[in-house]
């Protein structure tokens, strides 16, 4: 991990530690504000976590609809007789 990126890991656990633990991140480590290049990283490593997240929703929707329709098929032919044995 490059330096910037260090930093911008710092900066969302120091937010977040003082959001959820009310406590304070030791000084050495802690990241309160940064420029705006990244900043910008920031917000593409947010919006990739949301595209990521619904591409994952998407399939597992998909795999649900398709597990639904073959069980419904398998149902199907277990309840209608089989008109010509052969």
Do not use: C
């Not at 998407?58 to 419904?72: I, M, V």
């Amino acid at each position: 991990m490059d330096h910037d990126w260090s930093r911008i890991y710092l900066y969302v656990a120091t937010k977040t530690y003082a959001r959820h633990k009310g406590g304070q991140v030791p000084e050495d480590i802690r990241v309160e504000t940064f420029n705006d290049y990244k900043m910008g990283e920031l917000n593409r490593l947010k919006a990739w976590l949301y595209r990521q997240r619904i591409k994952l929703r998407q399939e597992r929707d998909r795999a649900d609809k398709r597990l639904g329709r073959e069980e419904t098929e398998a149902q199907r032919k277990a309840e209608q007789p089989a008109l010509f044995d052969f």
